[in-house]
Every structure is written in structure tokens, then in C-alpha cells.
């Protein structure tokens, strides 16, 4: 199983990015799948999951009503697009995947998932 994050740059605040993440070994569209990110000196935060079993995604406080997560399952690719972007945006980001299913987010996001993608990094400007 392999995921490969890309898309990550630098940007002034209030622009936008779009981070990708191509899985090949496992689909997406029978995973749950989410973007954790990491800032410097800070610990692993999960930032939003889309999960198999929800209606909708879920999304952490600091992104609701910017980020969105998505999937294009013909590529079994996945999605964050980051509106509005603020400094404290900056981090690493990362994909991950993970076959169980039917678990909320605060599962994946304190036990971690199954596969993860290499990071990638957004920095955000004041």
C-alpha cells in the first residue's frame, strides 16, 4: 500500500491550497480516510476524516468551514482543499487510510490508521 501526498507550498495568508493524496494497494472509497497535520513543536493533530459509515465528514474546529475533504474514487485519490488559510495553518501535512470502518473520527484520529503518506508541507505567511 502506498500513498503518495503532494500539492503542499507557501502561500500568503487567506489564499488557498489543494493537497492531493494517490493511494494505490487500497481503495479509498471502502476506507476511512483523513488529514492529520503536524506544526512544529506541536504534537499530531487530526484535522478532518471521511468515513464510510458518516453522512458527512468530519472536521476539527480550527478548519471547519475552510478545509474540505474529498475523494475521486475512478483516480482513488483523495482531496484537502484549505481555503482561508491562516499562519498557524503551517505544518506538515499528512494523508492516511485505514480499512476498518464504522468508527468516528476521534478513533482514528487517538489510535492512528493504517497507512500513512509521506508528508507534506504548507507554510503560511502573515
Known amino acids: 500500500v502506498q500513498l503518495q501526498a503532494s500539492g503542499g507550498g507557501s502561500v500568503q495568508a487567506g489564499g488557498s491550497l489543494r493537497l492531493s493524496c494517490a493511494a494505490s494497494?487500497?481503495?479509498?472509497?471502502?476506507?476511512?480516510v483523513c488529514w492529520f497535520r503536524q506544526a512544529p513543536g506541536k504534537e499530531r493533530e487530526g484535522i478532518a476524516c471521511?468515513?464510510?459509515?458518516?453522512?458527512?465528514?468530519y472536521y476539527a474546529d480550527p478548519v471547519t468551514g475552510r478545509f474540505t475533504i474529498s475523494l475521486d474514487t475512478a483516480k482513488n485519490t483523495m482531496f484537502l482543499q484549505m481555503n482561508s488559510l491562516k499562519p498557524e495553518d503551517t505544518a506538515v501535512y499528512y494523508c492516511?487510510?485505514?480499512?476498518?470502518?464504522?468508527?468516528?473520527?476521534?478513533?482514528?484520529?487517538?489510535?492512528?490508521?493504517?497507512?500513512w503518506g509521506r508528508g507534506t508541507l504548507v507554510t503560511v505567511s502573515s
Open positions: 471521511r468515513m464510510t459509515s458518516a453522512r458527512s465528514p
Open positions: 492516511a487510510a485505514d480499512r476498518a470502518y464504522g468508527y468516528n473520527a476521534d478513533y482514528y484520529f487517538q489510535r492512528g490508521m493504517d497507512y
Open positions: 494497494g487500497v481503495k479509498l472509497d471502502y476506507s476511512a
